[in-house]
């Protein structure tokens, strides 16, 4: 679950910025509750969401080191929004729960999120 929770993160800055392209300057810790997975997964995606928006910080690598239904530890490695990034698309404005869905399968996790562009 996890692999598929930091590949979600990947999936969704990778919508406007090529993150292979920048290397991280520090790390941030993050700690995100919530009542269930589905809910997890949205506000796992919401907080780093949120400090891209509001600490301009681009996350380039993610590592959940703890995971369960209801909570995840990570670190963040992230590095300044600057004039340098070349930007793909719009950035995404927010989350949704529209469709969102958690599963294990018989090939792994799964997960299913939609932002809005």
């Not at 979600?8 to 800055?13: E, P, T, V």
């Not at 490695?77 to 070349?86: H, K, M, Q, T, Y």
């Amino acid at each position: 679950m996890a692999e598929a929770f930091e590949n979600a993160a990947y999936g969704m800055f990778s919508l406007f910025v090529d993150l292979s392209k920048y290397l991280p300057t520090t790390q941030r810790e993050f700690a995100v509750n919530a009542d269930d997975v589905e809910q997890l997964l949205w506000a796992w995606l919401s907080d780093l969401h949120f400090n891209f928006e509001v600490n301009g910080e681009l996350p380039v690598d993610f590592q959940i080191t703890g995971i369960s239904d209801t909570g995840l530890s990570a670190i963040v490695s992230v590095r300044p929004v600057g004039e340098d990034i070349e930007w793909l698309g719009s950035p995404v404005k927010a989350v949704t729960f529209h469709q969102l869905k958690v599963e294990q399968t018989d090939e792994g996790w799964r997960v299913q999120a939609y932002v809005d562009v």
